[in-house]
């Protein structure tokens, strides 16, 4: 059996997929687990997830976020409007570096 | 984990589902987050007519995305409400239908009328998001979680809800003043936002102490009048006599004096008990029975197909 695994390298942060492990039950996937995928990295916890749990849907089934023009979800399609907040720039330099991604990979 | 050593441990993301968290820890996040979910369901509701109403399509399309964002938050919070294992999310819904769910004061007024809109969309959104800012650093690892998702999004909704009223501010001398009488209403509801002072508040010092919250009501109410008074003065509203609104030149920010404030309408609210809260509340009810059959129809598929009963690891 195949088991998924995920590694949060501090408290608080997310956990992200790093690889798999063959294991026979949940018990045995978390060593294993522990063994791979937190011997050497940063590791604060590690989650296993049995892969045949896992559902799946990529870019060649579906088109993600719709195909339709759809600026007017960017904070930074309002060019003439000064963010009003500190809070509100953070937001926005956070959408134009996934913008950015967006632009690079097309 | 017992009380003191939460205080001890208390900061930005320090626990997690994992921990075992005192009962006072998670009935406090439970309130909190609970309160946000609710309040994401019912400002979302409270614009939606709203999309109808939009003077372009341009207007149309991005009203309709921030409404369709504000019912995501609220799946995302009830998720992290979830988290803490107190209530399900079904049960925090039918609090809420029943009118025994808590939401924020801004929403339990009607809206009528286009100029009131950026009212909600750009001051009401511009505090939540002032206040969701420092929540990505309060001590539940799953409400911190959400809130990255919300203030990425927010920053578009912000943006969007000034340039709504950049656009009334520079349309005819008619639409400038009906501006300014939305303005006129909304603003002291809009101060009350941020809820009591510091000493009235009732769950501030306990949620500042295990981490869930990191900013008084006050240091919050003040540093968002520092950025938001010389915003509507921008775009020439006139902020009213009243609330008082004084600038302190020794700590170089406003505070606002809270004697001038309605606190009678703020506590009838705060127990869902004004007209307003009951029309509000009523018509999200209606909303929610109409579409049971779609909940109804999905629990019936879960069974079904043996979604949510684990395989045997085997």
Redesign the interface.
Known sequence: ?IWEVFRQDK????HKHCGNVHA???ELALQFAAVQHGRRMKTH?LWVV?H??IGEIDADETSFGGTTD?T????TS?T??E??????????A??ADVEKSLEADS | MDLETVKERAG???F?P?DDMPEEYRKAATRMIQFHANSEVMGGYLEKPFIRQAPSI?RK??FS?KVQDEIGHAQLLYRAAESLGVKTRDEMLDELARGDGKFLNCFHYPMESWHEVPMIA?FVD?AA??R??TLKNTSW?PY??AMDKV??????H???G??ML?ELMNGSKATQEKTQAAFETWWPRIIQFFGPTNDKSVHNDFAQEVGLKTKSNDELRDTFLD??VP?AEKYGLVVPEYPRIEYDEELDTYHVNEDDLNWDEFWTIAKNASEGSHEQINSRAQAQEAVEWVRESMHGWEGASGAGT??A??
């Open positions: 059996m408290p608080g942060a997310y026979p039950d949940r916890s049995p045949d749990e759809k007017y979800r960017w904070a309002y003439d409007i963010p009003a907040a500190p809070e509100v720039a953070e937001s926005e956070e959408q | 930005p993301r320090q997690a994992k341009d399309l991005a995305a750009f511009g998001m002032h969701q800012a690892t911190a979680h203030c990425f999004e927010e920053g578009f912000v943006k969007h000034e340039s950049s950025t938001y915003k684990p395989q690891a085997d």
